[in-house]
């Protein structure tokens, strides 16, 4: 526990156990970060594992931005209480798996080489907000949110939406926007893509697309376009 910044370079894999509180908190690690404890970091955090895991997976409160980098084909999970802000995201192969209690928002770019798993449901309708425009989403991506909540992301390649129920939606991608899985969006879904394909089970209040290429839209009640 420290009233101000902590920093941990340890030459093995760290786990971490019981209650820690810091200002800023920036751990790098040569092997697995884990752990069994909460974390409460009022400032930015900073967790770093080569190509290790980092399963941040307790009730944590990271009130500042949060970077997550490891270089290998090992999983990122990380939890938080409240709501939760990235900063830089850097994930060479694995997964990334978030679970927050109320926004995610990010200030940086997120880049992840395997799916990503974005989950806020928590009854507060909190908004997914992911619009950099340098993000790299190279494998699926799946949100789990309220039905109130809004929606957000960019990627610069390829777009691959798995499933969604939520208030609105606005996807752009650099190459082509997929979709998976079930799409429901009560009020307008805004995509963008080089080309768009939304072929699986898709509902929307309305719908407004822009594409340079083609744009196959199936969906399973009445299309309103807008915009």
Request: charge should be negative; avoid cysteine; charged fraction near 10%.
């Amino acid at each position: 526990n420290s009233a101000g910044a902590v920093v941990v370079a340890e030459d093995s894999a760290t786990a971490l156990s019981g209650t820690s509180t810091a200002l800023s908190l920036d751990l790098d690690s040569t092997g697995a970060i884990t752990q069994t404890g909460t974390l409460t970091v009022t400032g930015a955090s900073d967790f770093a594992t080569g190509e290790n895991a980092i399963i941040l997976d307790q009730a944590n409160d990271f009130q500042g931005a949060v970077s997550l980098s490891n270089s290998g084909a090992n999983d990122v999970t990380i939890d938080d209480a409240n709501n939760l802000e990235f900063a830089t995201v850097s994930i060479a192969a694995g997964n990334l798996n978030v679970d927050a209690a109320g926004t995610i928002t990010q200030s940086g770019v997120l880049s992840v080489g395997g799916n990503s798993v974005f989950d806020n449901v928590d009854g507060i309708n909190g908004a997914i907000t992911l619009p950099n425009g340098s993000n790299v989403f190279t494998g699926t991506v799946t949100f789990t949110t309220d039905s109130g909540s809004d929606v957000s992301i960019t990627d610069t390649t390829a777009l691959d939406l798995v499933a969604l129920t939520a208030n609105s939606l606005t996807a752009s991608a650099g190459g082509a926007l997929t979709d998976s899985g079930t799409l429901a969006i009560s009020g307008l879904a805004d995509l963008t893509g080089g080309t768009i394909t939304i072929n699986d089970s898709f509902d929307a209040g309305s719908l407004t697309f822009n594409s340079a290429g083609a744009v196959v839209v199936a969906e399973d009640s009445a299309t309103a376009l807008s915009g």
